[in-house]
Nanobody, 122 residues
Framework: QVQLVESGGGLVQPGGSLRLSCAAS????????MGWYRQAPGNGRELVAR???????HYADSVNGRFTISRVNARNEVYLQMNSLKPEDTAVYYC????????????????WGQGTQVTVSS
């Protein structure tokens, strides 16, 4: 069983900053990619940023230059530093762990956190 627990969401004014954290726990041998997605009301879930175990990083164009993803492989943790926040960044942010190898499980699995609300408003 793999669990992802996010923290760090909240209400912030435009131009402000927030830092999201996510920790994966369970019978994990390795995680290929960890990342962050978001979903605003009425919209589908979209990629924000992701980082592979080898350090390859991809950002959505809308956050490139404002958000920074970082990962601690040894602790199965991933972070998202969000600066210069805009009202359009308001969404529920989800942590993801992709292609997870687990003890006593054949193959790989993908997992999601429960989501944390980020609201950017004055």
């Amino acid at each position: 069983q793999v669990q992802l627990v996010e923290s760090g969401g909240g209400l912030v004014q435009p131009g402000g900053s927030l830092r999201l954290s996510c920790a994966a726990s369970g019978s994990i041998l390795s995680i290929d990619t960890m990342g962050w997605y978001r979903q605003a009301p009425g919209n589908g879930r979209e990629l924000v940023a992701r980082e592979s175990s080898g350090g390859t990083i991809h950002y959505a164009d809308s956050v490139n230059g404002r958000f920074t993803i970082s990962r601690v492989n040894a602790r199965n943790e991933v972070y998202l530093q969000m600066n210069s926040l805009k009202p359009e960044d308001t969404a529920v942010y989800y942590c993801s762990a992709e292609r997870v190898q687990q003890r006593r499980v054949i193959g790989v699995t993908d997992h999601w956190g429960q989501g944390t609300q980020v609201t950017v408003s004055s």
